[in-house]
């Protein structure tokens, strides 16, 4: 999976998952541009880690719901790294909050519709008029976009979902400048979004639910990152990838 010289803006890629996907992309060669919100500590710590080990980045804060903060974002990755970029992960998105039908508002269900959907959408905009020929862009869905998410996550699951199809639409639109998009669906990943959002019980039923018997980690879902990436994957694109140990299948 060699992806040396190649420039890629990973959105959300300070911590979890998108911290491990800054890494595994750096460690393979390429130039990342490191999207955070609000932890600069946390920025800078994955930021220290990638440079310790060979790799070259670089930090960008913003809102990636805000148009402004996601046009910074492409112009840092333009004047530090040049005039292409090559990839585009879109991590950034969460659960925010469990709320069921009866106590969800609409600015609470438009807020969490517009940090996994829009994020993907303005961000994707932003890049495409940068993106050569072979590039890649990557979107981060969910297995509750497929099953619905668990009790309280209809608006998150909601998002994921909508990401799916956007992501099936941009195939077809960018296909023609040979310009690929698929999305990534993982299930129970180690990450703090579970140990914020599922309790320790529903973990572990998960767990041994699924047939490989475990949690995945962030490392394995970034290794896969890397590949759909890469050119090794150059005739990948459309698809909505299921990455959870089997415990649903496509």
């Known amino acids: 999976m060699d ?12 911590r979890d998952i998108g911290k491990a996907v800054s890494k595994k992309l750096a460690a393979e060669g390429a130039k990342v541009v490191i999207n955070y919100f609000d932890n600069e500590e946390q920025a ?9 080990a060979g790799g070259e980045a670089t930090l960008c ?3 990636m719901t ?4 996601v046009q910074k974002v492409v112009k840092h990755s333009l004047d ?4 292409h970029i090559h990839i585009l992960v879109n991590v950034a998105g969460g659960l925010v909050a469990r709320k069921k039908i009866d106590e969800m508002d609409l600015n609470f269900f ?7 959907l829009n994020s993907v959408y303005l961000m994707t905009q932003a890049v495409v008029p940068h993106m050569p020929a072979g590039g890649s862009i990557l979107n981060f869905a969910s297995q509750a976009g497929k099953d619905g998410g668990g009790p309280g996550a209809s ?14 639409s941009m195939a077809k639109e960018l296909g023609p400048k040979n310009i690929r998009v698929n999305s990534l669906c993982p299930g129970m990943i180690a990450t703090t979004f579970h140990d914020t959002f599922t309790n320790t019980a529903v973990r572990e039923k998960v767990a041994v639910s699924t047939p490989l018997g475990r949690e995945g980690r962030a490392d394995e879902v ?3 990152v890397a590949c759909i990436s890469s050119s090794e994957s150059s005739f990948v694109t459309g698809t909505n990838i299921d990455i959870n140990g089997g415990l649903m299948f496509s």
């Open 3 to 14: 992806l040396t010289n190649k420039v890629a803006i990973v959105t959300g890629g300070a």
């Open 44 to 52: 800078t710590q994955t930021l220290i880690e990638i440079k310790g």
């Open 61 to 63: 804060q913003g809102d």
């Open 66 to 69: 805000n148009p402004v903060d």
């Open 80 to 83: 530090v790294y040049g005039d």
């Open 110 to 116: 438009n807020f969490v519709i517009q940090l996994n």
């Open 155 to 168: 608006a998150y699951a909601t998002a994921k979902g909508a990401v799916m199809t956007f992501t099936r």
């Open 222 to 224: 970034a290794n896969f």
